[in-house]
């Protein structure tokens, strides 16, 4: 039986990884929308980023094919 390789969880200061939430975190989220979407149970599909709604942006608006709903 082969092992597969293994990688060890270590604590980040999440302010040290995304150093701006809009510029950092949320193209990663989007990039990792379909990890997300699993742990969640909701499929997503990426509508987009930082959208517009009434005075202020969404970070991320995705659509539940499912039932064509926007989260």
Do not use: C
């Not at 809009?22 to 509508?47: C, M, R, S, V």
């Amino acid at each position: 039986m082969d092992i597969p390789h293994l990688g060890s969880l270590v604590n980040v200061n999440l302010r040290k990884a995304w150093q701006n939430e809009a510029q950092n975190f949320t193209p990663w989220l989007a990039k990792h929308l379909d990890q997300l979407a699993e742990k969640i149970g909701i499929p997503l599909e990426l509508e987009g980023q930082e959208v517009p709604v009434e005075t202020f942006a969404a970070d991320i608006l995705a659509r539940n094919p499912q039932d064509d709903t926007l989260v």
